[in-house]
């Protein structure tokens, strides 16, 4: 790959992941991806934000990573699921662009997200920037739905300062259904962690006739509660701003219909969630 087409992250920068972004990594040869991918010396970032508050604690810089091979019905950056819709951009770089943070980052009890898109898409470069982030001092944080933990060595999930797991419903068919993918490699990943004592967020997104059969909610909130290493459990209203993504993708889009959920659902969910003793917010 030539050096010329790499960005920097500062290049990156968007005002959100919410920003559609397409093709901008054309006319990079499949060789170069592929090398890129084994030895995670380049990663392919759809966008990099700073100043999160809601991407793990404190405030965080936060790289979208590009590549998923989901396909959840509320997705709201689907532009992210080719891996060639994102920026190819130089470990060095970004850990270069991360430096400039770090005592900020410290100070505002924050730290460094990576998020998609899945990142486990791209587990060497993400395991790259995370151990130059150690180095730094900065607290690292993935946001993962846990598909390819076991790609991850146990010595690399202590480079993981936390967790973001999404679980995205409860039962193997509907998990199908919502997500296109079984459920087992997720919840497998999360009793790895739960056995290694790795800090996890469960993040959970609420759709009303989706998600939010009250039976589902009370296995899923039995299943985290066991775990015993899930220290909060995130309850993220759905919301239809990803849908002119779909629209500019031409892709079809199946919850045209829904609203967000009312405040009794949200309330009764968490209510579900706090049932088991979790923090739910
Ligand atoms: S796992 Fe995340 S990025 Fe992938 S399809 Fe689902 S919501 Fe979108």
């Known amino acids: 790959m030539n050096m010329k087409e790499l960005a920097t992250l500062n290049a990156l920068e968007g005002k959100s992941p919410f920003e559609l972004r397409l093709n901008q990594s054309l006319g990079v040869p499949e060789s170069a991806v592929k090398k890129a991918l084994d030895t995670g010396d380049i990663g392919f970032l759809h966008s990099f934000t700073t100043g999160s508050t809601v991407d793990g604690p404190g405030v965080r810089v936060v790289a979208w990573t590009a590549g998923c091979q989901w396909r959840c019905r509320y997705c709201h950056n689907p532009d992210t699921w080719s891996m ?9 770089s970004a850990a270069e662009e991360l430096r400039k943070y770090r005592h ?64 995205k419903t409860w039962g193997q068919e509907k998990h199908r259904h919502l997500t296109g993918k079984d459920i087992d490699p997720t919840l497998e990943f999360a009793r790895r962690l739960a056995a290694r004592k790795r800090p996890i967020w469960v993040r959970f997104v609420l759709v009303p006739g989706l998600t939010d059969d009250p039976q589902d909610l009370a ?26 993504k779909w629209k500019s993708l ?19 969910t968490l209510t579900s969630f706090r049932a088991e003793g979790l923090n739910a917010v």
């Open 84 to 92: 060639m819709n994102g920026m190819p951009v130089s470990l060095d």
């Open 219 to 244: 296995q899923m909130a039995q299943f985290i509660a066991s775990l015993g290493n899930v220290e909060r459990v995130e309850v993220l209203p759905f919301h239809q701003l990803g849908r002119f």
């Open 104 to 167: 900020g980052l410290r100070v505002m009890s924050g730290g460094f997200t990576v998020s998609g898109g899945e990142p486990l898409m791209q587990d060497r470069f993400v395991m790259k920037l995370f151990t130059a982030a150690q180095a730094m001092g900065i607290h690292t944080a993935i946001e993962t739905n846990g598909f390819l933990g076991e790609r991850l060595s146990d010595e690399e999930l202590e480079k993981i300062d936390l967790v973001l797991l999404g679980i």
């Open 250 to 268: 031409g892709l079809d889009y199946t919850l045209d219909d829904v609203r967000p959920p009312t405040q009794d659902l949200i309330e009764s």
